[in-house]
C-alpha cells in the first residue's frame, strides 16, 4: 500500500495486540502487514468481535430444540412460532446487544444506535421488527454523572425507537455503585418473518455482484469495536468520535426497502454493518460462505472527502447494509433503493480465493486471508477461579414494622417506579401491542388472535455472591415472568456483561454464571438462540487496578401464547377475591433487597434455584391462567411476597389485607423474603387454585382478600393490623425518579 506507515510497536500496541498474537499474526500472513491490514485485523480479533475469550465456555450452552429455527452464529434467533393470518407458518427473530462503552461517553448516540444496531440485526434476516426491550444499568442515584447519563440514554432509546415505528414495551433499570464508571445499555428487538422468507448471511456464487446499500460511510465510530473491548481510563472523554451517529429516519427507510427487496428473489446473502462496519460485515459473508471477496473501495459512498480505505472499512457509520445479489438483479434492486432515497453501489464481487482483497486507484491495498481473520482467530481459555460461597446468613434481623419496610423498599432506587422513563417511549405504535408493564409484554401477532410475550431480567448482586446460581436465576425468573402472563416460554437471548476476563476471579464469574444459565436452560426448555458478549466493562484505578461492574448476564426471553384473550396482568381486578400464594417460601433472606435497603447488609447466598419445582409451578400457573380461574398473576422477586402484593394494589388502583400467622417467628422475612419459584395469584375459586397447585406437588397457601384503598398486614398477637393507603405508597412509589430528574419529570 503507498504511503503506508512503517508498522511499529507502538502502532501494534494503539491496534489491542499483544506481543503473541502479532507474532499469530505474521505467521498468518508470512508477511508484515500494511496499516490497513492491521487495521482489519485489530477490529476482527477485538473481544467483541472474536468473542475470544468466552467462545469456549459459551459452547457449553444449550442451543437447540425443535422450535429452533437458527442458533447462535447469524444476525439474530430464530424461532417457530406457528401459524400466522391464513395459515402461514411464521417465525420469531430476536437477539439482545449491548452499547455499553458509547453509551457512557456519549448517551443520546450511544443509546440510540443500540437500539439502531439491533434493530438491523433482527430486519437483515427478513423479519418484520414489532418490538423493541431494553436492560440498563447505572451507577448511585447521587453520583454526579448519573442524572446526566439517564436523561441521555432515556432520550436517545425513545428518540430513536419512536422515531422508526417500532414499539418499545418492556425492560428493566438497575442502580448500584459498581456502574458509576461504566454504565450497561443493552437492547433486545423481536421480529416476525414467514419460515419461508427468512435470510442469511453466506455469500456464495463466485461472481455474484456485492452490494452495498442505506448511508453513506462517514468517519464516526472508527475503532468503535476496539474500544468496546477495553477497558475505560480517564481519557475516555477523548474517545467520543468512535461513537456512532444514528439517523432513525434512514433506517425506517432502509428497513422498508430491505423488506421489499426480500419479497423477490434477488438477494443471495445479506449482512448489517454493525461492529467493525465494513469490515466485519464482508469477512463474515465470505468466511460463512467459504469463498473470497474482492472490494473496490472507489465504489464505496462516502460522505466526507478524502476518506482512506483504512477509514472506510472501520467505519462503524450506521443504517448500512451489505448484500450479495443473484446476477443480473443489480438493475431491480438499484431501484427499490433509489425509490426509497437511499445509497446503492456495487462494491465488489464473490471469488473463490478465500481471500478478502480491497483495491484502491487501481492498486491493491490489502490482502489477507479470511480463515485467520475469523474462525480461526484466537481462542483463549483464560485461568479463573471459582467465585466462594458465601457464609450462611444466621443471624436474620427481625422487624415488626412491615409497613414501614414496605413503604422504605417501594421508595428505593431499587424498587421505585421506572414511569419516568417508559413514558418517554411509544409502547403502541404498530397498534398490535397488547400489555406493557408488570411481568412481560406482548404484541399480538398480527392478523391473529395469538401473540409474543418477551421480557428481559437479571439479578446481579445474586450473581456476583454465586455466580451459578445466580445464572440460573436470570433464567428461571425470565421463565417465571412468560408464564405469568399466561406464554408458554421457548427460547432466550443474552447479553453476557462482565469486567476484564484476564483477571481470574472475573473470567469465574463468567465460567460460573454461563453454568447456571445452561443448567436452567435445559431444565427449563429455553434453548439460548443468540446473544452478545460485552467484557472489560470496567473502569481503571489511578492505581491501575480495575473497578469492575457487577456480574450482569441479561436475559431476554420470548415465548407464545395462544390467545392473548386469555393473557393477566398484575393489578388486583375485583373486590373480595382471594389471594393465594403458590410455592414454597423459607423466609429467605440472603441478597434480599429487604437485608440490603432496610438493614444496610448485604450478605449471605442468594436464595436457591430449584428448577424442577420452577418448571411444575410455571406449568401449573400457565393452566390456572388459560382456563380462567384466576384475575391477576404476578411473580415473586425483588421484595419477596409484600412488594408483589404492593405492586399488584398499585396497577389495579385496589387494596388488600393479609394475615401473618401467630407460627411464623419472623413475620418480615417471610414476607420479604425472595425464595424462588413463587407466585402470587388472585382468584375466585381459592380450592380450585389449591388444588391444582398441590397436583403439581407444589405449596399453596390462602394469604389475604383483595379490597378496600389500603394495605393491611395483620400481624395477630405481635401489633395487630399495620394499614398504609394506596395513596401513601404510590407516593412513595413514585417519587424517587421524578425526583432525580426533576419534578417536572422533563428530560434534561
Not at 417500532?166 to 456502574?179: H, K, R, S
Not at 452490494?211 to 468517519?219: H, I, L, N
Request: a negative charge; one cysteine or more.
Amino acid at each position: 500500500m503507498t504511503n503506508s506507515p512503517a508498522i511499529t510497536p507502538e502502532i501494534v500496541a494503539e491496534h489491542g495486540f499483544s506481543p503473541q498474537e502479532y507474532e499469530r499474526l505474521l505467521h498468518a500472513m508470512e508477511r508484515e502487514p500494511n496499516l490497513l491490514e492491521l487495521g482489519i485485523f485489530s477490529v476482527m480479533w477485538s473481544e467483541h468481535c472474536s468473542y475470544k475469550s468466552s467462545r469456549v465456555h459459551l459452547k457449553k450452552l444449550p442451543t437447540t430444540a425443535p422450535w429452533v429455527i437458527c442458533g447462535p452464529g447469524e444476525n439474530a434467533g430464530v424461532i417457530d412460532i406457528g401459524l400466522g393470518a391464513n395459515g402461514v407458518k411464521l417465525a420469531a427473530i430476536f437477539k439482545m446487544e449491548s452499547h455499553n462503552h458509547p453509551s457512557y461517553i456519549e448517551p443520546y448516540q450511544g443509546a440510540a444506535t443500540g437500539v439502531g444496531g439491533i434493530l438491523r440485526d433482527v430486519f437483515t434476516m427478513g423479519a418484520r421488527p414489532v418490538a423493541n426491550l431494553n436492560a440498563l444499568r447505572f451507577g448511585r442515584p447521587d453520583h454526579p454523572k448519573t442524572r446526566h447519563l439517564i436523561a441521555g440514554v432515556v432520550a436517545g432509546i425513545g428518540g430513536y425507537g419512536n422515531c422508526v415505528g417500532v414499539p418499545t414495551v418492556g425492560g428493566e433499570v438497575n442502580f448500584d455503585a459498581a456502574y458509576d464508571g461504566n454504565i450497561l445499555v443493552n437492547a433486545m428487538t423481536v421480529g416476525i418473518a414467514e419460515q419461508d422468507k427468512i435470510f442469511y448471511s453466506a455469500a456464495s456464487g463466485v461472481g455474484n455482484s456485492i452490494v452495498y446499500v442505506g448511508s453513506k460511510t462517514g468517519r464516526d465510530g472508527i475503532h468503535g469495536a476496539t474500544m468496546a473491548s477495553a477497558d475505560f481510563s480517564e481519557d475516555s472523554e477523548e474517545k467520543r468520535p468512535t461513537v456512532q451517529v444514528g439517523d432513525p429516519f434512514t433506517e425506517k427507510l432502509l428497513i422498508e426497502a430491505c423488506l421489499e427487496l426480500m419479497a423477490s428473489d434477488a438477494i443471495v446473502a445479506i449482512q448489517d454493518m454493525g461492529a467493525a462496519g465494513l469490515t466485519s460485515s464482508s469477512v463474515e459473508m465470505a468466511s460463512k460462505g467459504g469463498v473470497g471477496i474482492r472490494l473496490d473501495m472507489n465504489a464505496v459512498p462516502c460522505r466526507e472527502k478524502g476518506m482512506t480505505p483504512y477509514e472506510m472499512m472501520l467505519s462503524e457509520s450506521q443504517e448500512r447494509m451489505l448484500m450479495v445479489l443473484k446476477p443480473g438483479r443489480e438493475g431491480f434492486a438499484e431501484g427499490i433503493f433509489r425509490k426509497w432515497e437511499l445509497d446503492f453501489a456495487v462494491i465488489g464481487e464473490v471469488t473463490d480465493t478465500g481471500h478478502m482483497v480491497l483495491d484502491w486507484n487501481g492498486e491493491v491495498v490489502a490482502d489477507i486471508p479470511l480463515g485467520p481473520l475469523a474462525d480461526e482467530a484466537p481462542l483463549y481459555e483464560r485461568p479463573w477461579v471459582a467465585t466462594p460461597k458465601p457464609a450462611p446468613l444466621t443471624d436474620v434481623p427481625e422487624s415488626t414494622d412491615i409497613v414501614a419496610d414496605l413503604l422504605k423498599l417501594m421508595a428505593s432506587p431499587a424498587i421505585a417506579s421506572r414511569r419516568w422513563i417508559w413514558e418517554q417511549y411509544d409502547s403502541q405504535v404498530g397498534g398490535d401491542t397488547v400489555q406493557t408493564g408488570g411481568d412481560a409484554a406482548i404484541v399480538r401477532i398480527h392478523g391473529t388472535k395469538r401473540g409474543l410475550a418477551m421480557t428481559t431480567d437479571c439479578t446481579p448482586r445474586y450473581c456476583y455472591a454465586d455466580p451459578v446460581e445466580g445464572g440460573k436465576q436470570a433464567v428461571a425468573e425470565a421463565y417465571r415472568n412468560l408464564c405469568a402472563v399466561g406464554a408458554t416460554p421457548l427460547a432466550v437471548t443474552n447479553c453476557l456483561n462482565f469486567g476484564n476476563p484476564q483477571r481470574p476471579e472475573i473470567m469465574g464469574q463468567i465460567v460460573g454464571c454461563l453454568e447456571g444459565m445452561s443448567e436452567a436452560c435445559i431444565a427449563l426448555d429455553m434453548p439460548i438462540v443468540s446473544g452478545n458478549v460485552s467484557l472489560y466493562n470496567e473502569t481503571k484505578n489511578e492505581d491501575g487496578t480495575g473497578s469492575a461492574i457487577l456480574p450482569t448476564p441479561a436475559i431476554g426471553a420470548v415465548g407464545v401464547i395462544e390467545d392473548v384473550g386469555n393473557a393477566v396482568t398484575i393489578g388486583f381486578k375485583a373486590e373480595g377475591e382471594t389471594i393465594v400464594l403458590i410455592g414454597h417460601s423459607d423466609s429467605h433472606c440472603g441478597q434480599s433487597l429487604w437485608l440490603r435497603e432496610i438493614h444496610g447488609r448485604s450478605d449471605g447466598p442468594p436464595p436457591k434455584v430449584d428448577l424442577a419445582a420452577e418448571k411444575r409451578a410455571g406449568e401449573c400457573v400457565r393452566d390456572l391462567i388459560a382456563t380462567g380461574a384466576v384475575s391477576a398473576v404476578h411473580d415473586c422477586s425483588d421484595g419477596g411476597a409484600a412488594v408483589a402484593m404492593a405492586e399488584m394494589a398499585l396497577a389495579g388502583g385496589m387494596g388488600m389485607a393479609t394475615t401473618v400467622v401467630a407460627q411464623i417467628p419472623n413475620p418480615a422475612a417471610i414476607l420479604f423474603g425472595e425464595d424462588q419459584a413463587r407466585y402470587i395469584v388472585a382468584t375466585r375459586d381459592p380450592a380450585r387454585v389449591c388444588a391444582a397447585a398441590n397436583a403439581a406437588q407444589l405449596f399453596a397457601v390462602e394469604i389475604g382478600t383483595t379490597g378496600g384503598d389500603a394495605l393491611t398486614f395483620d400481624l395477630v398477637d405481635r401489633g395487630g393490623p399495620q394499614t398504609v393507603s394506596l395513596a401513601d405508597l404510590r407516593a412513595a412509589h413514585e417519587g424517587f425518579l421524578l425526583k432525580l430528574m426533576g419534578a417536572d419529570g422533563a428530560l434534561a
